[in-house]
Each structure stands twice: as C-alpha cells, then as structure tokens.
C-alpha cells in the first residue's frame, strides 16, 4: 500500500485574475497540471493508501462513442425516428 497526499488548492483565474479554490482535493502533481501556480489549502490534506497492483479502468470506463462506428442513436446523441402508422394501422 502506497500513501498518497491530497489537498485542495488556491489559484489565479488567468481570465479574471480572481483567487479560486478547487472543490475537491487532488495530488500535487494532478493541480500542477491543470492550473497556474496553484498553492496547497492548510488543513485540507486528506491521506489516502492506494493499492499498487490494482488496474486502472478510467480511459476505458469515458471512452467516446464514434459516430461513424455501430452504436444506437440515444448513444449517438440524436433523436430516434419515431414511425407513424398508416390508416391500415401498418407502420411504413
């Protein structure tokens, strides 16, 4: 078992030049990379045990649908056609 610290994490919006706060805690490493110069939250550490040998699912479970492949039209993110019937009752 591994330990791992996370933390919450202030930064500066680029767009607004407000201080922000991450709404949930993340590795050091994850926080550097996906904002400017963020600076750790005193008190917010959380220290979790990670599992070396486990298998990491994620790029499987969010994979994108194509639309060129199979896939129904829900899961393609359009409308399913609905058949109206004729006067004889029979769908065309």
Not at 7 to 23: F, K, L, V
């Amino acid at each position: 078992m591994k330990l791992v610290e996370y933390w919450r994490w202030r930064y500066r919006d680029p767009a607004t030049g407000r201080i922000c706060r991450t709404m949930f805690q993340m590795t050091a490493p994850e926080a550097a990379g996906l904002y400017p110069d963020p600076q750790r939250i005193e008190g917010s550490m959380v220290l979790r045990q990670l599992d070396e040998d486990s298998v990491d699912t994620t790029p499987d479970v969010f994979r994108p649908i194509s639309d060129k492949g199979g896939g129904t039209p829900t899961q393609r993110g359009q409308p399913e056609t609905v058949r109206k019937p004729n006067v004889a009752g029979k769908q065309r």
